[in-house]
């Protein structure tokens, strides 16, 4: 007896764990949690996905949002952690974003905009909320984001819609939106490299393809990102050059091709894409998860099917990103970390989830492959008085939050070290992700 109240003692002081894991925390979780939070919120972050810009600026996405879209409880406008967001970061005097009130929001925020001129404004917002650096996910880069502290993933998905998409385009009213918008891409993607029309040759295509993933790296861009899930399923066959060389010649200057051979040519192109990305040391970010719209296909999209893809040693040099890690398949797609070159990234988790849902989330990756799991908020800015601004504070907030309980949990379920969790929580929110690009991003 008098040595388990010694060892108990020990344990308290020196914030060892004990060797046997408990299934429930003890009475001790709630003061480890008040003890864990200021810590980790001091803890400079590196958010690996976000959308950040102005609500008029179309190149925060190569997307866009489709018409009359159901949201999910708490990504709705009227959410009330929205006021709680604007008046930690300008002071907002309600606690409701009635019309009336909003007003005073978008004039704060125009104000601030004056003052703070060039990249000051979005600089700004970084350091209220504690983020050393965030990826800015974006067509294209804009003059008023700062480079250093926004590194650019640019989107590779258009390479895969060179032809006719007139059945693409009407498979329902969310593909309308979205395969124009591809289009366009891939059009900005020829200008750039002044294509002025499809090449001929498809070896002069895969040229252009090539070309087009040098420049942007050199553009500053650290990464590709695929939202491939959006616009079909992510299933990928493995053809060979010549079926997609056969596809290409045929269609490249007009005609339809079948659903089947459009698809085996994106099979092609999606894998060539992959390959290069390791070649050129541009990590690989995939959409993996639920999406926007109501017409987004869950079980065709379903993480698992990349599967293959991953765990192909063909791929080894190339460093995959699950933007999304899955949710809401985050159980499984934790496993696919188990190859070397796969990460997970949390975003969007914290927002279509509460803390307390998300904290089961990150414990769970916690407890299994801690060191390839990644923070990313996905702010987006949703209208002229939700921005990205309040959307980046509910994401990094929710985060931090629901990472002090979870590894105050398991600090109580004696699994871990007090220092032992500090350590976890710095590789998640901010050096495991900067270690994946070679000094590149800080
Ligand atoms: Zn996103």
Redesign the pocket.
């Known amino acids: 007896m008098r040595l388990a109240i010694r060892i108990a003692f020990v344990f308290a002081v020196t914030g060892l764990c004990s060797a046997q894991a408990r299934p429930l925390p003890g009475p001790d979780v709630q003061q480890i949690y008040q003890r864990l939070l200021p810590q980790i919120e001091k803890i400079p972050a590196f958010d690996h996905?976000a959308?950040p810009g102005f609500a008029d600026d179309p190149d925060v996405d190569a997307m866009a949002a489709p018409p009359n879209l159901s949201e999910a409880l708490r990504t709705r406008d009227d959410n009330p952690e929205l006021a709680v967001a604007a008046k930690a970061l300008f002071g907002y005097p309600y606690s409701d974003l009635s019309p009336e009130h909003a007003k005073w929001l978008l004039d704060k925020k125009n104000e601030l905009k004056k003052q703070l001129t060039g990249t000051a404004y979005f600089d700004s917002i970084l350091d209220k909320i504690n983020t050393e650096s965030s990826v800015a996910?974006r067509a294209m880069m804009p003059e008023y984001l700062n480079p250093k502290r926004f590194p650019w993933v640019f989107f590779a998905d258009s390479f895969m819609w060179p032809f006719n998409n007139e059945r693409e385009t009407a498979r329902n009213p969310d593909e309308g939106v979205y395969i124009p918008l591809q289009e366009k891409m891939l059009h900005r993607w020829m200008q750039q490299e002044s294509v002025t029309k499809l090449p001929a040759a498809f070896a002069d295509y895969l040229k252009f393809i090539s070309q087009t993933l040098e420049d942007n790296s050199k553009r500053g861009g650290i990464a590709m990102k695929f939202e491939v899930a959006y616009f079909r399923p992510t299933t990928f066959g493995d053809p060979t050059r010549a079926q997609a060389e056969d596809i290409y010649q045929r269609y490249a200057s007009g005609g339809i091709p079948t659903e089947r051979e459009y698809r085996t040519f994106q099979d092609f192109i999606f894998r060539y894409l992959v390959l290069e990305g390791g070649r050129l040391h541009l990590p690989v970010h995939i959409h993996t998860a639920v999406g926007i719209g109501d017409y987004f296909n869950l079980s065709q999209s379903n993480i698992m099917n990349l599967e293959s893809v991953l765990r192909d040693p063909r791929y080894a040099s190339t460093t995959f990103v699950m933007?999304h890690g899955g949710y809401p398949l985050e159980r499984e797609a934790i496993w696919l970390a188990a190859m070397k070159n796969v990460y997970l990234d949390s975003s969007f988790g914290e927002l279509a989830q509460y803390p307390s849902a998300f904290k089961d989330t990150l414990k769970m990756w916690l407890e299994t492959f801690p060191d390839k799991i990644t923070f990313g908020t996905?702010c987006f800015p949703y209208n002229q008085v939700l921005g990205a601004e309040e959307s980046y504070w509910l994401g990094v907030q929710s985060t931090r939050t629901a990472l002090s309980a979870a590894l105050a949990e398991m600090i109580s379920e004696g699994e871990i070290t007090e220092p032992r969790a500090l350590e976890l929580a710095h590789a998640y929110l901010h050096d495991t992700a900067v270690k994946l690009y070679g000094g590149r991003v800080h």
């Open positions: 996905h959308h996910n933007i996905d």
